[in-house]
């Protein structure tokens, strides 16, 4: 009974939801760019919901918001835009550890996968008001640390994988893989941690 209780007690002390922002760059890779990360990138914000069952698992739903330039195919010195609004969710796996807040397990990397949907805006000379809304794989990495009691940062690098060959107005015969465009958000997380259950019942066991 007494392991019982200790285990259910870890468990309850690992849940919590943070909420945040996020803010860095974007990038495109289309038929123009396929291996070059951040060419004629762009910027990018959003925000965050993450609901932590434990120490190493957590969900996520996100918003992110990209101004992406881009090269398009046979077009190499003209650059073009797409404005990119992704709503994703996702799970977390930390590799250590980590609890925002705790003394100890301040810090752990991290991967990251799930599916987005996504609405673009293609400012193209093709057809300037071309709009859409299509899927994508989401996948990606990182880092987080824990600043103080309820605040923690993070980097991390995600890639979307899309099911659209049209994100640059370029229609390219190709796999499923290298036949439809991709897109990526990279930057810096801030959260803010609150706790779904008050520890005023006892002080923290430290073994």
Not at 121 to 129: H, K
Not at 178 to 190: A, E, M, P
Request: hydrophobic letters at 35%.
């Amino acid at each position: 009974m007494l392991a019982l209780a200790l285990a259910f007690s870890t468990q309850v002390k690992g849940q919590s939801l943070e909420i945040g922002a996020f803010g860095g760059g974007a990038y495109m890779l289309n038929d123009s760019v396929r291996a070059m990360p951040f060419k004629n990138g762009g910027w990018s914000v959003g925000a965050i919901a993450r609901y932590n069952f434990n120490s190493r698992w957590a969900a996520r739903l996100s918003y992110h918001y990209g101004s992406v330039d881009y090269n398009r195919q046979g077009k190499p010195d003209s650059i073009y835009n797409s404005s990119i609004h992704d709503i994703s969710l996702i799970g977390e796996f930390n590799f250590l550890d980590y609890v925002t807040g705790s003394k100890y397990n301040t810090f752990s990397p991290y991967l990251f996968g799930g599916a987005s949907l996504f609405y673009y805006n293609n400012n193209t000379s093709v057809d300037p008001t071309a709009t859409s809304f299509n899927a994508a794989l989401t996948f990606g990495a990182g880092v987080k640390y824990s600043l103080t009691k309820k605040i923690g940062i993070g980097v991390e690098w995600g890639m979307r994988k899309t099911f659209t060959d049209l994100l640059d107005q370029d229609n390219y015969d190709g796999t499923f893989w290298y036949g439809s465009d991709w897109y990526n958000f990279t930057g810096i997380t801030i959260t803010y941690k609150l706790d779904l259950f008050k520890q005023n019942r006892c002080k923290e066991l430290t073994w």
